[in-house]
């Protein structure tokens, strides 16, 4: 089974300062996603990458910067955390549209 | 109007009932969906890809209305464990990501 795993599951930051959020599938995907997902707002999709050091933007990157300097990890950059932030932040890979495989999450609370 | 669509619910039913969401969708190049499912507290999961000509797996049936743009799951006879979130998903334009639903929460009672 492929597995995508998430550094921490739960991170409390406090507003301005830089947060990291890593990510580390182990099925050689290509395509890797991050998405926030809050309370009657769903599932949004800040970046995506489908190659090594390549990235698109989703819908909500402001914000938001990554990394992706190796095949199975994907890094979500908060540049300076702020509460507006605060969420539930879903990693993702997949190596075509069918098999998109989540990572359990991290719940990041900016204060 | 949003890319993807779905009532939120809750749907309340029974141990045994059928129940049926719907969700709508806004590009009508759009070519692949999906329903995925998502427990609380949990990561969502894929539950079955979506096909033109309708796919069926166990109590579930998942159809694709492309002259509506609608895409429907049906559970039969339901089961306590089928409580959760049930999200419609959409290829986006760049073949690459997915655009989900804000999803439709099913609870089963005893």
Partial sequence: DVKVTQSSRYLVKRTGEKVFLECVQDMDHENMFWYRQDPGLGLRLIYFSYDVKMKEKGDIPEGYSVSREKKERFSLILESASTNQTSMYLCASSLTSDGYTFGSGTRLTVV | ?110
């Fill in chain 2, 1 to 110: 109007r949003k890319e993807v669509e779905q009532d939120p619910g809750p749907f309340n039913v029974p141990e045994g009932a059928t129940v049926a969401f719907n969700c709508t969708y806004s590009n009508s190049a759009s070519q692949s969906f999906f329903w995925y499912r998502q427990d609380c507290r949990k990561e969502p999961k894929l539950l079955m890809s979506v096909y033109s000509s309708g796919n069926e797996d166990g109590r579930f049936t998942a159809q694709l209305n492309r002259a509506s743009q609608y895409i429907s799951l049906l559970i039969r006879d339901s089961k306590l464990s089928d409580s959760a979130t049930y999200l419609c998903v959409v290829v986006s334009n760049s073949g690459y990501a997915l655009n989900f639903g804000k999803g439709t929460s099913l609870l089963v009672t005893p």
